[in-house]
């Protein structure tokens, strides 16, 4: 399955493509937040494009337990402007992370060419109307109150998502530029999140390019006893792990690092 996105070429299948995390918020739970500074959020993104980055994805909402929402012309002015230039010099695909309309009409316009509903088109459906009309990706992830299931949670995962792909395809977007997420770190336990880890070959069963964001995050810190900042070996065993049950797709914030330990997953499994 072969996606065109921003003049971009993703040969989904062939290889694992990397995307970085830039995110413009004073509180996210990874410790990389640069709050307003839109100069340092530009600059991280293309220090990440030096060091491999396939894709950047720009964040001005923090998603941690807890957080505090903010508006949606507060995370304009948080993003726009740091997407408008990554997209200009970067040499790479943008993805506006956020869930709001206004949010990421404001981030396509700048030159956003994907947009990452965390989500999942629950909220805001007309994300993926935005998405067809301006010839973008979609990331679908999923997500949830709470983390009671009533069934076997990959299957309840994968139920959601093939709703969310279906609604995308409805509204225009084509099947390859939709991407899934099963919500590592999302409305689930650790030991949930291990379960998905563990059968993440499941969700080939919906024929969809598959995008895993484990870093740094607090189900590897409770597995190590260890805090967010000196979580990066943990980080590379499940983006290894994701990528050898078919990953397509790994988001990180330890761009170097994990391209090193991408090509070494992909020799491997690809």
Not at 10 to 33: A, K, L
Not at 51 to 78: K, Q
Request: with cysteine; net charge negative; hydrophobic share 45%.
């Amino acid at each position: 399955m072969i996606a065109e996105i921003g003049g971009h070429r993703f040969e989904w299948g062939s290889r694992t493509y990397v995307m970085g995390i830039v995110n413009v918020t004073p509180d996210s739970f990874s410790g990389d937040g640069l709050g307003e500074d839109r100069a340092a959020a530009v600059a991280q993104g293309l220090r990440m494009v030096e060091e491999g980055a396939d894709l950047l994805d720009v964040g001005g909402e923090s998603t941690r337990p807890g957080h505090v929402p903010i508006s949606a012309t507060e995370e304009i002015a948080r993003t726009e402007e740091v997407v408008r230039r990554l997209s200009k010099e970067s040499g790479v695909a943008v993805s506006i992370d956020t869930y709001k309309i206004d949010v990421a009409e404001a981030a396509v316009a700048a030159g956003a060419t994907i947009v990452n509903d965390v989500l999942g088109l629950a909220r805001t459906p007309a994300l993926a109307e935005l998405a067809a009309r301006h010839d973008c990706a979609l990331i679908v992830m999923h997500n949830q109150d709470g983390t009671e299931y009533s069934g076997d949670v990959i299957a309840e995962v994968k139920r959601f998502l093939r709703a969310s792909v279906d609604e995308a395809i409805a509204a225009g977007v084509p099947r390859e530029r939709i991407l899934i997420d099963p919500g590592i770190g999302f409305g689930k336990t650790a030991d949930q999140n291990w379960e998905v880890m563990r059968r993440l070959e499941e969700l080939r069963e919906l024929e969809q390019p598959v995008l895993i964001g484990t870093s740094r995050k607090s189900f590897i810190g409770k597995l190590l006893d260890l805090p967010v900042t000196d979580r990066l070996e943990g980080t590379a065993a499940t983006v290894t792990a994701a990528i050898l049950r078919g990953a397509d797709v790994v988001r990180v914030h330890d761009v170097l690092e994990m391209v090193r330990v991408v090509r070494v997953a992909d020799r491997m499994s690809r």
